[in-house]
């Protein structure tokens, strides 16, 4: 008896810890979703909103009591239409996102397998589409493909996206350091304003960082630029240094992280197969 009577003092002692630990995680998640979706711009409204009836009730001020009593739910009615992409994908990232999920983080080593790879289809004029998924579930964007679960290498990349190969215009996704799927049907931009000269692909990448935190590197068949798709934004035209370091970068500050590893072997595979593309 006085065991159960110790520990549930113990509880007592420890429950408000874990109370607000629950709490704290909840906020942050929420937070962390609001950003991502750049659905903090409602948050911000509803704030300022908040805030000046706040100061009508202090000062007592009916007409302006009144006239937001008249305007609040209107608003909420114009906010809901407005920004329904925003609230849409909010609510995708919700019932899609894993939030005990925490190791996503591809390696940096299996960063430079697919850039070296990308630098050489540049070269070439092949086109690819590359996903490395976030926290966000893409099981049925995966499954529309190929499933291959192979070792991941820059040699497979380049074989996969040549272009008499029945995969080659799809989107190849990679996790936990593999092909896990190639040849996949990635949903393309809403946005408007794209530039008329961006083809399915780029559109596939900005898309698919519309709907997901996913991160999709771009190799431009026509141009052989290679670009970078991230939360609705697309970084077109960069060196291979240049995507190594907003890759990187990207990483260390978002959902992601990253891991360094032994350069040598390689650089002796990036060696190898840049001299085979200059023999092709």
Known sequence: ?????????????????IDISLLAFFLYKIYDLLVKTQAIQL???A?????????????????MKWLLNFLVPVLFMVIAVVFQPELRKMIMRIGQSDFFKFDTKP????LESVITAAEILSQQRRGALVVFPGKVNLKNI?????????ELSSSLIISI??????????????????ITSAGCFLPLSEQQDIRKSFGTRHRAALGMSEQSDALILVVSEETGAISLAYDAKLYYEL??????????????????????????ERNEEKDMLIGRAKDL
């Open 1 to 17: 008896m006085n065991f159960f009577l110790r520990l549930y003092a113990f509880y007592r002692v420890i429950s408000p810890i």
């Open 43 to 45: 948050v911000r409204g």
């Open 47 to 63: 704030v300022f909103l908040a805030l000046i009836y706040g100061v009508a009730f202090f000062l007592d001020l009916p007409t």
């Open 107 to 110: 390696r940096l080593g299996q």
């Open 142 to 150: 995966i499954d529309t493909g190929t499933k291959l679960n192979a």
């Open 161 to 178: 996206f040549a272009f008499d190969t029945p995969l080659h215009d799809g989107a190849m996704f990679i996790q936990n350091g593999r």
């Open 239 to 264: 060196s291979p240094l240049e995507i190594q370091k907003k890759m990187k970068e990207i990483i260390d500050k978002g959902s992601w992280g990253g891991e360094a590893e032994s350069s040598s």
